[in-house]
Structures are given as structure tokens and as C-alpha cells.
Nanobody, 115 residues
Framework: QVQFVESGGGLVQAGGSLRLSCVASGSTFSRNRIGWYRQAPGKVRVLVAT????????YTNAFVKGRFAISRDNAKNTAYLQMDSLKAEDTAVYYC????????WGQGTQVTVFA
């Protein structure tokens, strides 16, 4: 069973940047499209961005397009989310999973953006 371990979150001032990492155990990572998701307080979890095996990216959340960048390193079973120009509305717990999500969720990493 693949497990995801997210890291890199923290407390950051609006306008700042963070780089999230997601390490996946098992071989499923290198055979699937991977997505970053987020869940804001009191809201449902939503898809933020996805990346294919070959590196093609898609930012389904128009709110983050141009500010966030997803990438992956298949050799390291790791996905990344570079987040720039952060806004208070980006405050959420961020998760990774396959896209669509087929596996158990990890603990996520908390991102808190203050004005």
C-alpha cells in the first residue's frame, strides 16, 4: 500500500513562498498522474494541480494558476508544489495523492498565510 508523506508547510506572511514535498512509498507513484489537493478549514478537499508521468501539468484551480508550480521526480518518488505570492486564502492543509485520488490520504502539511 502506497503511503504519502507531505512536508514543507508552515506559517508565512502574505506574498511569501513555500515549497511542499510529497514522498510516496511503493511503486504506484511512478505509474500515475499525481495531484496536490488542499482542504481549507470548514471546506471540502479540492484539487489544486496535477502532473502526468511525463511532466505535463494542469492547474484545475484557477485561483492558483500562475502562482503555484507542480513538479515531480520519479526516481525519488517525490512530488513538489512550489507556492509563490501566497495569499491568506491559500491557508489549508495540503495533501498529495494520485489524480484522481485512489489511495489512502497522508497526514498532509499545514500552510498558514497571514496578512
Amino acid at each position: 500500500q502506497v503511503q504519502f508523506v507531505e512536508s514543507g508547510g508552515g506559517l508565512v506572511q502574505a506574498g511569501g513562498s513555500l515549497r511542499l514535498s510529497c514522498v510516496a512509498s511503493g511503486s504506484t507513484f511512478s505509474r500515475n498522474r499525481i495531484g496536490w489537493y488542499r482542504q481549507a478549514p470548514g471546506k471540502v478537499r479540492v484539487l489544486v494541480a496535477t502532473i502526468s508521468l511525463g511532466g505535463s501539468t494542469d492547474y484545475t484551480n484557477a485561483f492558483v494558476k500562475g502562482r503555484f508550480a507542480i513538479s515531480r521526480d520519479n526516481a525519488k518518488n517525490t512530488a513538489y508544489l512550489q507556492m509563490d505570492s501566497l495569499k491568506a486564502e491559500d491557508t489549508a492543509v495540503y495533501y498529495c495523492n494520485t489524480a484522481p485520488p485512489l489511495l489512502a490520504w497522508g497526514q498532509g502539511t499545514q500552510v498558514t498565510v497571514f496578512a
